[in-house]
């Protein structure tokens, strides 16, 4: 019996001692390899932004899941975003990273922070408050949701555009834009 109470007392403190499954940090590989991804955004390296995908990955950013991207449409995307820009970049203050793993397994890196960017067209720079998660499988990005509030650069960009096609009607220039495909 004195064998039965202590063996016991042992599994008891072992299991009482030993540290439960980690649901939430804010330090893990798969942060550090988001971090790294953004890196190769900023630095437009879209190879190395590439690799830290699975090739079958969903990028959905501003747009309902139905609308997400492919790998090869989002960097299509963002080659086309960076022609317009003349450098962006996040912010490292403010910036937080997360990590959850969900009831059902899952591994979500979570990032909160802010993206700078300068518009070639008028020089102007936009401060865009910005969110993304991204799921983690295998190491690799396999779902990645963003959300940003873009009205502002919007705005500019068509009130630019409006301003340019009234300077090309003007200018009798309005033909040559009802050619265009």
């Known amino acids: 019996m004195k064998n039965i109470i ?12 030993s540290q ?8 893990s590989a798969e942060i550090d390899s988001y ?7 900023e630095n437009q390296d879209w190879r190395s932004l590439a690799t830290y995908y699975h090739p079958d990955a969903v ?3 501003n747009v309902p899941e139905s609308e997400g ?4 449409e989002i960097l ?16 490292d203050d403010p910036e937080t990273f ?3 793993v969900t009831n059902d397994g899952e591994t979500w890196v979570n990032y909160w922070g802010v993206w700078e960017g300068t518009l070639k067209a008028n020089n102007r720079k936009y401060v865009i ?14 779902k990645e949701l963003g959300y940003w509030d873009i009205s502002k650069l919007v705005t500019d960009i068509n009130a630019m555009e409006a301003a340019e096609a009234q300077a090309l009607k003007a200018t009798g220039g309005e033909a040559v834009m009802s050619q265009k495909p």
């Not at 439960?20 to 330090?27: A, G, I, L, M, S």
């Not at 991207?69 to 090869?72: F, I, K, S, T």
């Not at 408050?129 to 396999?142: C, E, L, M, N, Y």
Request: glycine share 2%.
């Open 6 to 17: 202590l063996t016991g007392l042992v599994v008891l403190l072992i299991t009482s001692c």
């Open 20 to 27: 439960p499954d980690k649901r939430y940090t804010q330090e």
């Open 35 to 41: 971090r790294a991804s953004l890196e190769a955004y």
């Open 59 to 61: 990028i959905i950013n």
């Open 69 to 72: 991207q492919n790998l090869a």
């Open 76 to 91: 299509k995307t963002h080659k086309e975003d960076a022609a317009i820009f003349n450098s962006w970049r996040f912010l």
């Open 98 to 100: 997360e990590m959850v």
């Open 129 to 142: 408050p910005t969110h993304s998660t991204a799921q983690f499988r295998d190491g690799k990005i396999v």
